[in-house]
Structures are given as C-alpha cells and as structure tokens.
C-alpha cells in the first residue's frame, strides 16, 4: 500500500491517525502536485512494488483520485477505484468523475 497526502494549511501532510493504524509498514508519499502520478516518488515505490495493476482511493474522487488513475492508464497500468473509500464535493462531480473513469477503462472496484 502507498500513501499519499497533500499538504495543506494547518496541516503536515501527515497521514490521518485512523488511516495510519490500519496501513501500518505503507509507503508514505507527499503529495505537491495535483496528481500523485506526477510524483516521481510515487511512481518509484509502485515499480519497487512489484504490482502491476493499482487501486486508487481518496477523497476528491474528481480530482485527487481521478487524475492518477487517467494518468496510470495511459501509462500501460491496469487500475481500478475503490468505490467505497472515495468521495467528492457534489453528487455532479462524483458521476462525472465515474463516467470519465469509465470512459477510460478505469474499472470500480
């Protein structure tokens, strides 16, 4: 498992407590860019990994979620959303974001 944050006023960036006693011994990326794909970090803990195929989660499934998993796609690598551990700012963005991971071949999962 990789975890990604996003520094944001207020905050460290830090991995929130409930998340973090569940993944344990997970890789830990800080998130600066909009997109997690777009750090290098990311992409070199998913290819020590080992895995090919990923599965994204967050909140901002418009955004946060969707921009990766697009972007992992058309990178070669399978993936998949965890439909039950994302959420977005309206019900609008939500569907728009399902029907563009759709579009792509990103399979709810």
Do not use: K, Y
Request: aromatic letters at 4%.
């Amino acid at each position: 498992m990789i975890l990604a944050t996003a520094p944001v006023p207020g905050s460290a960036g830090e991995v929130a407590p409930d998340l973090a006693l569940v993944a344990a011994g997970a890789s830990h990326i800080a998130r600066h860019r909009t997109s997690v794909w777009e750090e290098q970090a990311f992409r070199d803990a998913l290819a020590a990994s080992g895995r090919n195929t990923v599965v994204f989660a967050g909140v901002g499934t418009d955004v946060a979620v969707a921009l990766p998993a697009l972007a992992a796609r058309r990178a070669g690598r399978p993936g998949a959303v965890a439909v039950d551990a994302c959420g977005a700012i309206s019900d609008v963005a939500a569907r728009a974001a399902w029907l563009r991971l759709a579009g792509a071949g990103v399979v709810p999962a």
